[in-house]
Nanobody, 115 residues
Framework: QVQLVESGGGLVQPGGSLRLSCAASRSIFDINAMGWYRQAPGNQRELVAT???????KYADSVKGRFTISRDNAKNTVYLQMNSLKPEDTAVYYC?????????WGKGTLVTVSS
């Protein structure tokens, strides 16, 4: 079982930055992949970025060059550095872990990009 707790969301102006954190309840060293997804009001949940245990990353086209996913195995934490934020990045951001054939989700953290 994996429990995931997101933090770091908030209100930021367009062009600003935020760093989201996802703390796992167990070691993430052997978790196949971890990632971030987001869901805006009225929209389906969509992939933002993923990071495998081998270090392979994948990003949505809409965030390439602006967002960076990383992990700290010693802290059992995955991060999402978000730069040059746009109003269309406004959403609830969810942490995800792909472990033992199951998908584990956090409860989400709200990011609002507005002036």
């Amino acid at each position: 079982q994996v429990q995931l707790v997101e933090s770091g969301g908030g209100l930021v102006q367009p062009g600003g930055s935020l760093r989201l954190s996802c703390a796992a309840s167990r070691s993430i060293f052997d978790i196949n992949a971890m990632g971030w997804y987001r869901q805006a009001p009225g929209n389906q949940r969509e992939l933002v970025a993923t990071l495998t245990s081998a270090g392979t990353t994948k990003y949505a086209d809409s965030v390439k060059g602006r967002f960076t996913i990383s992990r700290d195995n010693a802290k059992n934490t995955v991060y999402l550095q978000m730069n040059s934020l746009k109003p269309e990045d406004t959403a609830v951001y969810y942490c995800n872990a792909n472990y033992i054939g199951l998908q584990w989700w956090g409860k989400g953290t709200l990011v609002t990009v507005s002036s």
